[in-house]
Nanobody, 116 residues
Framework: VHVVESGGGLVQAGSSLRLSCAASGSTFSINAMGWYRQAPGKQREVVAG????????NYADSVKGRFTISRDNAKNMIYLQMNSLKPEGTAVYYC??????????WGQGTQVTVSS
């Protein structure tokens, strides 16, 4: 399984961005997927997760009410709609695809920079 993120960029505080993650390869083995981020000098942290059928989602407290994760299994894609972005949201955002057998697949990341 391979995942590729896109959609990052430089925006002003209060703006919106939509990140996309495309999965390819043995996508039939993917169950949960999620978004993580890593700011400079900090550990990677979970941002949001979504179940296999998209019926269950979870969010970090810091993004609840502002970010929305969604999934299109027909296209093997997940998305992260980010609204009301804050400067502390500046980070490299990574997509993760977890396989049924336990494998974890990461993309190369996409940079999001929020200016104040």
């Amino acid at each position: 399984v391979h995942v590729v993120e896109s959609g990052g960029g430089l925006v002003q505080a209060g703006s919106s961005l939509r990140l996309s993650c495309a999965a390819s390869g043995s996508t039939f083995s993917i169950n949960a997927m999620g978004w993580y981020r890593q700011a400079p000098g900090k550990q990677r942290e979970v941002v949001a997760g979504i179940s296999t059928d998209g019926g269950r989602t979870n969010y970090a407290d810091s993004v609840k009410g502002r970010f929305t994760i969604s999934r299109d299994n027909a296209k093997n894609m997940i998305y992260l709609q980010m609204n009301s972005l804050k400067p502390e949201g500046t980070a490299v955002y990574y997509c993760n695809a977890r396989e049924a057998w336990g494998g974890s697949n990461w993309g190369q990341g996409t940079q999001v920079t929020v200016s104040s």
